[in-house]
């Protein structure tokens, strides 16, 4: 599966939107781009995933860029529950396990 | 959605003796089970791969005999931390794999399991 790579550390004002970002430069055009968080104490949260289209759930939104060498996950109205780590994973669908980088630690600030 | 969940959430056992955590598919069966370890402020680490009725595949670095994992149902897995030591105190997690439309294959995640070894 593809690196990626993830700022360590991003602060947002609550009710503000939050971008993060997510460089995955080596992938492969059968993987896909996975979104998780981890709130402290707890198990990894699935948000969304995407292969090259732009995708939007009720949790977040996923934009990946046509050569889809990167991507950035939306989190449009940001508040304080959403302070975590995010974590950006490549994936071939049907491969057998997520494997997780550094991921971005987002703090929500009132 | 798909549930998993783990028992028990927190454990503190002594030195010396040794300590069963259960993972559990609620409402879909998962004929593969994944256990990560977590230490603190750093990121989750596959530790093995189990697939129902049969061995686990450990990863690098990770000793078979000191974490068991046994995987005999479609539902259960179970990884055994033997001997434990201070130094295998960590937050484990468990994730099972879900087949749903198509072949395609998700994963989802237990809450975690709070190790502290005195």
């Known amino acids: 599966d593809a690196k990626t790579t993830q700022p360590p550390s991003m602060d947002c004002a609550e009710g503000r939107a939050a971008n993060l970002p997510c460089n995955h430069s080596?992938?492969?055009?059968?993987?896909?781009v996975y979104w998780y968080r981890q709130i402290h104490s707890q198990g990894p949260q699935y948000i969304i995933h995407?292969?090259?289209n732009n995708e939007t759930n009720e949790m977040a939104s996923l934009i990946i860029t046509e050569d889809r060498k990167s991507s950035t996950l939306i989190l449009p109205h940001a508040t304080l529950r959403d302070t975590a780590v995010y974590y950006c994973i490549v994936r071939v669908l049907m491969n057998n396990d997520m494997r997780f980088g550094a991921g971005t630690r987002l703090t929500v600030k009132p | 959605g798909a549930v998993v969940s783990q028992h028990p959430s927190r454990v503190i056992c002594k030195s010396g003796t040794s300590v069963k955590i259960e993972c559990r598919s609620l409402?879909?069966?998962?004929?593969?089970m994944f256990w990560y370890r977590q230490f603190p402020k750093q990121s989750l680490m596959l530790m093995a791969t189990s697939n129902e009725g049969s061995k686990a595949t450990y990863e690098q670095g990770v000793e078979k005999d000191k974490f068991l994992i046994n995987h005999a149902s479609l539902t259960l897995s179970t990884l055994t931390v033997t001997s434990a030591h201070p130094e295998d105190s960590s937050f484990y997690i468990c994730?099972?794999?879900?087949?749903?439309?198509?072949?395609?294959?998700?994963?989802?995640f237990g809450p975690g399991t709070r190790l502290t070894v005195t």
């Open positions: 409402d879909f069966q998962a004929t593969t």
């Open positions: 994730s099972a794999r879900d087949q749903g439309i198509a072949g395609i294959y998700e994963q989802y």
């Open positions: 080596t992938i492969s055009g059968n993987e896909y």
């Open positions: 995407g292969l090259k």
